[in-house]
């Protein structure tokens, strides 16, 4: 008997993923492939004719202080906050499935930072920081940690500023990462932990041979699409600093923005947008197969 | 003493995370001349309250419009989101084609690119299709953001379901996507709803594309819109700012923490039945 | 603005906000005081000027769809709005208005150029000469322009013409001084109550204001619009300048290592470190908070406080540019800039819509409240009164007329030469105020840091240069 449509794995398979698959294909895949195409040309924001000019641009990029400033910085923003926003989301996520009261409101106010727009909350977070207004420098000369009159200057100390704009993301993104991680532990089937507890295993043993392991692709994919996020997201810098001061937070995609579409270069600006690409490429794909693999075994 | 540690870190938590709001709910009703003084506590009022800056948000620019745009953009973005996405995971992660690794993989590139540049070729795409200065240009763009990262989300909670779920609902007489639809799909409810909530919110966030898209002001959404509004050359209206913050951000989290404590009853009574 | 949204739209969104009120009126209810001082939004005087129409020169039909900027006073929009269909209802037209946040037009632009397809006259208030290639030759309009009003001022043409092609990418009707603003409260006590008047005064007259009432100066050297203009502003004041009339780099010079070694004397006596956090209302807040002695800015920062703090409007008094060893120049603090891409068709409309908005420019100038000047000079015949008596309330009524005359005191981005693509691209990357922020936190000599920017502009020339845009 000739099995029905619906039980068809081969069938079945390319029924479900199609759409997804077009979609993207169609809607990212070419801008992509032109992305590429743009950077290797000399395209501009006013003339769009496509002259093939090779590497060029990549030179160019190269001779010039503040890509290698924004490409440091760039690691500095990236790997800092993952690993604040990772281990604060972890922790965050532990006190939310825990049960006490009140813990409805404590998920309600934990959960406000993400759900705002960025471009509201950075502009909050503007005022937060203003070199005379700040409340926090306000608090903080009630407290006599500042003198009278005295302000801390947050965006415009380059280390501070840094400080600044990598909290703000870490700040942003914590609640996000506390849902995905929610879910994993929720998604525990509670039984497998019961189990274990009654063969005597211990918190931590539990920890490691049960909750990260399982947790583990959920969260590893997590952190990367984070991380992805956080490379080529400038919606912080944007607001907060506009890479100042004296491009101490300047990032490869607000650098990419600020030479490609205000100055004007977009040519550049793909060039330097997609500088990381081979290199984030071989990353993922790395991390990707690593997870996988934790998956089968 | 755990207890009492317990109650620390939550409190503690849900200071730093809402403090800027309670700040802002506060800021939203302040006069001028309260708000301008550095002196002033800027936790109180110091002079009386005045919601003369929260009624310009109404009377004055088109938040409600901005509003309405980003909700009715998220809920069909979300819509889209899982519709492609479900089946997309469940056929990466269950269907075991040799070409799934590959392909999970290629669909992670999309990231790769920085919507700052990509928003460029883009534009030519949604001229194509006639939506430009359309609300649905958005409609369409948004799902290449989120069906990527749903995708993998999905696919990391269907591996947890056991595979015999499926085998016994297929027993039971059910074809290959019936066991889907009514075994597996309620399995992951977890991570439906932590794609509910992604999606939304990151629709919501995504000012390049609106800011490319859509011009007209009675189409933009909240992050393009409120800005465009209250933000005038090197005048910031920021009274009307904080407001404005505070009316998307509230009612986003009030709605999501229902959400969340669905799935969190969702799967306590699952743990019982089981 | 909403006059053309579907019915049922309409009527959804009336019934949303009347319930958005109500919730409001019902939850403030307590707290009922009213803003004093009117709110953001203040009453507009009565003396409107009056419009004027002349018959377009060819027959008019079909659309036209506009994008500028939010302009700093609301008011000035919805007069804008009004003016613009009621030209369109005369003419046949049917005109639409769409505004956004100025940081976002560039964005904006880039996306609808790459697209082929958008508005059909757009306004930035800045130079937009990257865009020359793909936008059409407005020779003719300016010269029509020119033929009915007289000389264009040659600040908004040299930031509209490209010499090295001959063409005007933009047609640029109107610009915005940049005048110094000053407490008088604090600068009389040292000796300036007329406010300083050169470099070396607001050096001795601001380490004395920051030394004995604890209140600094205010220059930006932050990766922002104000603090390009001010800087820039100060070189020429020293004889320096990016580029020569030629379109030449000569930035590595000895009056510009001076401007620097001067900007970090002023910043070491009279500043402090914020003004490397700022961003472009930085400067205005911190006047109105009575925390800055001295800002150059517009008239936005002092129009603001006019609602917000009026005893700080009242306090505020304004300068012209300050004399230098060689100059007393400032940049314009906004060159507005009209362009109209080559995939439009409405062209002959948009054209005319700009004539009759030129025409018209007392009415912009008014309703913007003296913030926009009109680049033919004898189409604004109150300005000169209007500045010596403000009809929006300034006290007293003649402070701003100092702007009568600003014109020989206003220079525009690239001076001595034309405002370009490459002076675009440096203006910004930040690269001058990045300039005089190392120096200032002593990150490098005057001369090193001097010698970095020209590889930069060099590097950003030669391109240009290459792509056949900048001449030299």
């Given at each position: 008997?000739?099995?029905?449509?619906?039980?068809?794995?081969?069938?079945?398979?390319?029924?479900?993923?199609?759409?997804?698959?077009?979609?993207?294909?169609?809607?990212?895949?070419?801008?992509?492939?032109?992305?590429?195409?743009?950077?290797?040309?000399?395209?501009?924001?006013?003339?769009?004719?496509?002259?093939?000019?090779?590497?060029?641009?990549?030179?160019?990029?190269?001779?010039?202080?503040?890509?290698?400033?924004?490409?440091?910085?760039?690691?500095?923003?990236?790997?800092?906050?993952?690993?604040?926003?990772?281990?604060?989301?972890?922790?965050?996520?532990?006190?939310?499935?825990?049960?006490?009261?009140?813990?409805?409101?404590?998920?309600?106010?934990?959960?406000?930072?993400?759900?705002?727009?960025?471009?509201?909350?950075?502009?909050?977070?503007?005022?937060?920081?203003?070199?005379?207004?700040?409340?926090?420098?306000?608090?903080?000369?009630?407290?006599?940690?500042?003198?009278?009159?005295?302000?801390?200057?947050?965006?415009?100390?380059?280390?501070?500023?840094?400080?600044?704009?990598?909290?703000?993301?870490?700040?942003?993104?914590?609640?996000?990462?506390?849902?995905?991680?929610?879910?994993?532990?929720?998604?525990?089937?509670?039984?497998?932990?019961?189990?274990?507890?009654?063969?005597?295993?211990?918190?931590?043993?539990?920890?490691?041979?049960?909750?990260?392991?399982?947790?583990?692709?959920?969260?590893?994919?997590?952190?990367?699409?984070?991380?992805?996020?956080?490379?080529?997201?400038?919606?912080?810098?944007?607001?907060?600093?506009?890479?100042?001061?004296?491009?101490?937070?300047?990032?490869?995609?607000?650098?990419?923005?600020?030479?490609?579409?205000?100055?004007?270069?977009?040519?550049?600006?793909?060039?330097?947008?997609?500088?990381?690409?081979?290199?984030?490429?071989?990353?993922?794909?790395?991390?990707?197969?690593?997870?996988?693999?934790?998956?089968?075994? | 003493?755990?207890?009492?540690?317990?109650?620390?870190?939550?409190?503690?938590?849900?200071?730093?995370?809402?403090?800027?709001?309670?700040?802002?709910?506060?800021?939203?009703?302040?006069?001028?001349?309260?708000?301008?003084?550095?002196?002033?506590?800027?936790?109180?009022?110091?002079?009386?309250?005045?919601?003369?800056?929260?009624?310009?948000?109404?009377?004055?620019?088109?938040?409600?419009?901005?509003?309405?745009?980003?909700?009715?953009?998220?809920?069909?973005?979300?819509?889209?989101?899982?519709?492609?996405?479900?089946?997309?995971?469940?056929?990466?992660?269950?269907?075991?084609?040799?070409?799934?690794?590959?392909?999970?993989?290629?669909?992670?590139?999309?990231?790769?690119?920085?919507?700052?540049?990509?928003?460029?070729?883009?534009?030519?795409?949604?001229?194509?299709?006639?939506?430009?200065?359309?609300?649905?240009?958005?409609?369409?763009?948004?799902?290449?953001?989120?069906?990527?990262?749903?995708?993998?989300?999905?696919?990391?909670?269907?591996?947890?379901?056991?595979?015999?779920?499926?085998?016994?609902?297929?027993?039971?007489?059910?074809?290959?996507?019936?066991?889907?639809?009514?075994?597996?799909?309620?399995?992951?409810?977890?991570?439906?709803?932590?794609?509910?909530?992604?999606?939304?919110?990151?629709?919501?966030?995504?000012?390049?594309?609106?800011?490319?898209?859509?011009?007209?002001?009675?189409?933009?959404?909240?992050?393009?819109?409120?800005?465009?509004?209250?933000?005038?050359g090197d005048?910031?209206?920021?009274?009307?700012?904080?407001?404005?913050?505070?009316?998307?951000?509230?009612?986003?989290?009030?709605?999501?923490?229902?959400?969340?404590?669905?799935?969190?009853?969702?799967?306590?009574?699952?743990?019982?039945?089981? | 603005?909403?006059?053309?949204?579907?019915?049922?739209?309409?009527?959804?969104?009336?019934?949303?906000?009347?319930?958005?009120?109500?919730?409001?009126?019902?939850?403030?209810?307590?707290?009922?005081?009213?803003?004093?001082?009117?709110?953001?939004?203040?009453?507009?005087?009565?003396?409107?000027?009056?419009?004027?129409?002349?018959?377009?020169?060819?027959?008019?039909?079909?659309?036209?769809?506009?994008?500028?900027?939010?302009?700093?006073?609301?008011?000035?929009?919805?007069?804008?709005?009004?003016?613009?269909?009621?030209?369109?209802?005369?003419?046949?037209?049917?005109?639409?208005?769409?505004?956004?946040?100025?940081?976002?037009?560039?964005?904006?632009?880039?996306?609808?150029?790459?697209?082929?397809?958008?508005?059909?006259?757009?306004?930035?208030?800045?130079?937009?000469?990257?865009?020359?290639?793909?936008?059409?030759?407005?020779?003719?309009?300016?010269?029509?322009?020119?033929?009915?009003?007289?000389?264009?001022?040659?600040?908004?043409?040299?930031?509209?013409?490209?010499?090295?092609?001959?063409?005007?990418?933009?047609?640029?009707?109107?610009?915005?001084?940049d005048?110094?603003?000053?407490?008088?409260?604090?600068?009389?006590?040292?000796?300036?109550?007329?406010?300083?008047?050169?470099?070396?005064?607001?050096?001795?007259?601001?380490?004395?204001?920051?030394?004995?009432?604890?209140?600094?100066?205010g220059l930006g050297m932050s990766q922002e619009i104000d603090s390009n203009m001010i800087l820039?502003a100060?070189?020429?004041?020293?004889?320096?300048?990016?580029?020569?009339?030629?379109?030449?780099?000569?930035?590595?010079?000895?009056?510009?290592?001076?401007?620097?070694?001067?900007?970090?004397?002023?910043?070491?006596?009279?500043?402090?470190?914020?003004v490397?956090?700022w961003n472009a209302a930085s400067n205005n807040?911190?006047?109105?908070?009575?925390?800055?002695?001295?800002i150059v800015n517009s008239?936005s920062a002092?129009?603001?406080?006019?609602?917000?703090?009026?005893?700080?409007?009242?306090?505020?008094?304004?300068?012209?540019?300050?004399?230098?060893?060689?100059?007393?120049?400032?940049a314009?603090h906004?060159?507005?800039?009209?362009?109209?891409?080559?995939?439009?068709?409405?062209?002959?409309?948009?054209?005319?819509?700009?004539?009759?908005?030129?025409?018209?420019?007392?009415?912009?100038?008014?309703?913007?409240?003296?913030?926009?000047?009109?680049?033919?000079?004898?189409?604004?015949?109150?300005?000169?009164?209007?500045?010596?008596?403000?009809?929006?309330?300034?006290?007293?009524?003649?402070?701003?007329?100092?702007?009568?005359?600003?014109?020989?005191?206003?220079?525009?981005?690239?001076?001595?030469?034309?405002?370009?693509?490459?002076?675009?691209?440096?203006?910004?990357?930040?690269?001058?105020p990045?300039?005089?922020?190392?120096?200032?936190?002593?990150?490098?000599?005057?001369?090193?840091?001097?010698?970095?920017?020209?590889?930069?502009?060099?590097?950003?020339?030669?391109?240009?240069?290459?792509?056949?845009?900048?001449?030299?």
């Amino acid at each position: 008997m000739k099995p029905r449509l619906a039980d068809r794995p081969d069938t079945l398979a390319w029924l479900f993923l199609l759409p997804s698959v077009l979609y993207i294909v169609v809607l990212v895949a070419v801008p992509f492939v032109l992305a590429i195409a743009f950077a290797l040309s000399d395209v501009s924001a006013g003339d769009p004719s496509y002259d093939f000019v090779g590497t060029r641009n990549f030179e160019r990029a190269f001779d010039d202080p503040v890509f290698w400033k924004s490409l440091g910085n760039t690691f500095v923003f990236t790997l800092v906050s993952m690993v604040l926003i990772v281990v604060l989301g972890k922790v965050l996520a532990n006190i939310l499935v825990a049960d006490f009261r009140g813990k409805w409101v404590i998920r309600f106010l934990v959960l406000l930072p993400w759900t705002t727009p960025v471009a509201l909350s950075s502009i909050s977070w503007l005022w937060l920081l203003d070199s005379i207004y700040s409340p926090i420098d306000w608090v903080l000369r009630e407290l006599g940690i500042l003198g009278a009159g005295e302000n801390l200057y947050w965006l415009g100390q380059p280390g501070l500023a840094m400080t600044s704009v990598i909290a703000v993301h870490v700040w942003r993104l914590t609640p996000l990462a506390a849902v995905i991680m929610m879910a994993g532990l929720v998604a525990i089937p509670s039984d497998i932990n019961e189990a274990a507890k009654v063969d005597g295993a211990g918190y931590w043993r539990r920890m490691f041979e049960i909750t990260v392991p399982l947790v583990l692709p959920v969260a590893a994919v997590a952190a990367l699409f984070g991380a992805i996020f956080t490379f080529t997201d400038m919606a912080v810098v944007r607001v907060l600093t506009r890479g100042g001061p004296n491009d101490a937070t300047q990032v490869l995609a607000s650098w990419a923005f600020y030479r490609g579409i205000e100055g004007g270069d977009v040519a550049q600006g793909a060039a330097v947008a997609l500088f990381l690409f081979p290199l984030l490429l071989a990353a993922a794909v790395g991390i990707l197969r690593v997870v996988r693999r934790i998956e089968v075994g | 003493m755990a207890r009492a540690g317990l109650y620390f870190a939550a409190v503690l938590a849900a200071v730093l995370c809402a403090g800027p709001f309670v700040w802002s709910l506060i800021t939203a009703f302040k006069q001028n001349r309260d708000l301008y003084d550095p002196r002033n506590n800027p936790f109180l009022f110091n002079r009386p309250a005045t919601p003369d800056h929260v009624l310009y948000l109404f009377s004055d620019t088109a938040f409600l419009t901005f509003a309405w745009n980003t909700l009715w953009v998220g809920a069909l973005v979300v819509l889209i989101t899982l519709a492609f996405s479900l089946p997309a995971a469940y056929a990466l992660a269950r269907l075991d084609r040799p070409w799934s690794g590959p392909l999970g993989i290629a669909i992670f590139l999309v990231y790769l690119v920085p919507p700052s540049l990509l928003f460029l070729s883009l534009s030519r795409m949604v001229v194509g299709v006639g939506l430009q200065d359309s609300t649905w240009s958005l409609v369409l763009i948004y799902p290449t953001i989120t069906i990527p990262v749903s995708v993998w989300l999905l696919m990391g909670f269907l591996k947890t379901v056991p595979r015999d779920i499926e085998e016994q609902a297929m027993v039971d007489g059910y074809s290959r996507l019936g066991a889907f639809v009514r075994a597996v799909v309620p399995l992951v409810f977890p991570g439906i709803v932590a794609v509910v909530v992604f999606a939304f919110t990151l629709t919501a966030s995504e000012f390049i594309y609106a800011l490319a898209f859509v011009a007209p002001t009675h189409e933009m959404p909240v992050s393009t819109g409120v800005p465009t509004q209250l933000v005038r050359g090197d005048v910031f209206f920021w009274q009307s700012l904080q407001a404005a913050t505070v009316l998307i951000a509230l009612p986003m989290a009030f709605v999501f923490n229902l959400f969340l404590d669905r799935f969190i009853a969702g799967f306590t009574m699952g743990a019982v039945k089981g | 603005m909403n006059d053309d949204l579907p019915v049922t739209l309409r009527s959804r969104r009336d019934i949303l906000r009347a319930a958005g009120l109500a919730t409001l009126a019902a939850s403030a209810g307590a707290a009922c005081a009213r803003e004093e001082g009117g709110g953001p939004t203040q009453p507009a005087s009565t003396e409107a000027p009056r419009e004027t129409f002349e018959d377009p020169r060819s027959r008019l039909s079909g659309e036209l769809k506009i994008l500028l900027w939010s302009h700093f006073v609301p008011s000035h929009d919805q007069w804008f709005d009004q003016f613009a269909k009621g030209w369109g209802a005369k003419v046949g037209v049917n005109v639409t208005v769409d505004h956004i946040d100025q940081a976002q037009i560039p964005t904006r632009i880039a996306a609808e150029v790459q697209a082929g397809q958008g508005h059909d006259v757009i306004q930035y208030i800045a130079t937009l000469s990257q865009y020359e290639p793909s936008v059409l030759d407005l020779k003719d309009l300016v010269d029509e322009a020119s033929k009915r009003w007289g000389s264009q001022l040659p600040l908004c043409r040299k930031s509209s013409f490209n010499p090295a092609t001959g063409r005007f990418y933009a047609y640029s009707p109107g610009w915005v001084p940049d005048p110094g603003n000053y407490r008088k409260s604090l600068w009389t006590p040292v000796g300036f109550a007329g406010g300083p008047s050169t470099w070396d005064e607001l050096l001795q007259g601001a380490s004395e204001i920051k030394k004995s009432q604890g209140v600094q100066l205010g220059l930006g050297m932050s990766q922002e619009i104000d603090s390009n203009m001010i800087l820039r502003a100060l070189m020429w004041s020293y004889g320096a300048s990016e580029q020569d009339e030629n379109e030449k780099v000569v930035i590595n010079s000895p009056e510009t290592v001076a401007a620097v070694e001067f900007m970090t004397k002023l910043y070491q006596q009279a500043m402090t470190p914020e003004v490397f956090s700022w961003n472009a209302a930085s400067n205005n807040q911190g006047l109105v908070a009575g925390k800055l002695s001295y800002i150059v800015n517009s008239i936005s920062a002092w129009r603001t406080a006019q609602g917000s703090n009026p005893p700080v409007a009242d306090d505020t008094y304004f300068v012209p540019a300050l004399k230098g060893p060689k100059a007393a120049l400032a940049a314009q603090h906004v060159l507005y800039n009209w362009i109209i891409p080559k995939h439009v068709k409405a062209v002959d409309n948009a054209k005319e819509f700009l004539l009759h908005y030129t025409a018209n420019f007392a009415s912009a100038t008014y309703h913007s409240k003296l913030y926009d000047f009109c680049a033919w000079d004898g189409l604004t015949p109150n300005r000169k009164a209007w500045l010596e008596s403000d009809p929006f309330g300034s006290n007293p009524k003649d402070k701003l007329k100092i702007l009568v005359d600003a014109v020989p005191w206003s220079a525009n981005i690239g001076h001595p030469g034309p405002a370009s693509t490459a002076i675009g691209e440096v203006f910004n990357t930040f690269v001058i105020p990045n300039m005089f922020a190392r120096a200032a936190r002593g990150e490098a000599s005057p001369q090193q840091v001097v010698s970095d920017a020209e590889k930069q502009i060099t590097a950003i020339f030669d391109k240009w240069r290459a792509a056949g845009l900048v001449g030299g």
